[in-house]
């Protein structure tokens, strides 16, 4: 058994999601609204996080997808890629 204590899930402010995941802020908030990238947790009025876990494994699921398309498919229903994952 391990003595090594559990790692915790940290809370990422909007800076650290956006450069986590290379998108911009409003393709962040759009995708959000589509139920397709995990929602905020409020802490109050105007402060919003999300769990680096679920970002994290996001970004997982997103490489998955990725590695199962041919080369000549993009990543966005609008035919562009705009260089995010």
Not at 51 to 77: C, F, N, P, Y
Request: charged share 30%; proline share 5%.
């Amino acid at each position: 058994m391990s003595n090594a204590a559990p790692l915790r899930d940290r809370l990422l402010r909007i800076r650290e999601v956006l450069e986590l995941t290379g998108c911009g802020r409003a393709w962040l908030y759009r995708a959000i609204k589509r139920g397709d990238f995990p929602p905020p947790i409020r802490l109050g009025h105007r402060t919003a996080v999300w769990s680096e876990e679920a970002v994290l494994a996001w970004i997982d699921e997103k490489k998955r997808g990725a590695t199962g398309r041919g080369s000549g498919q993009s990543g966005h229903e609008d035919g562009t890629t705009g260089g995010r994952l």
